[in-house]
């Protein structure tokens, strides 16, 4: 069985030459598809949001054609 790889917020960022900021903000489009992992709290209303977040190498090709 092969093991798949996720990616970072900060993996990704530097793959696109983006902020994190930036990053977070596309990826924050894809929450909920197949592939996006988040590990962060589910109660977003406290004022931190902070989250993990990982995403598959599947759906981060498909959001690198949805950008380009």
Excluded: C
């Excluded at 790889?5 to 596309?26: D, G, L």
């Excluded at 990982?54 to 949805?66: C, F, Q, S, V």
């Amino acid at each position: 069985m092969e093991e798949t790889a996720y990616y970072s917020v900060s993996m990704i960022a530097k793959r696109w030459h983006f902020s994190e900021a930036k990053t977070s903000q596309v990826l924050e489009k894809y929450r909920g598809h197949t592939g996006f992992m988040d590990f962060g709290p589910q109660n977003r209303k406290r004022k931190r949001k902070y989250a993990i977040i990982r995403i598959h190498p599947a759906l981060l090709k498909e959001i690198e054609g949805a950008l380009s």
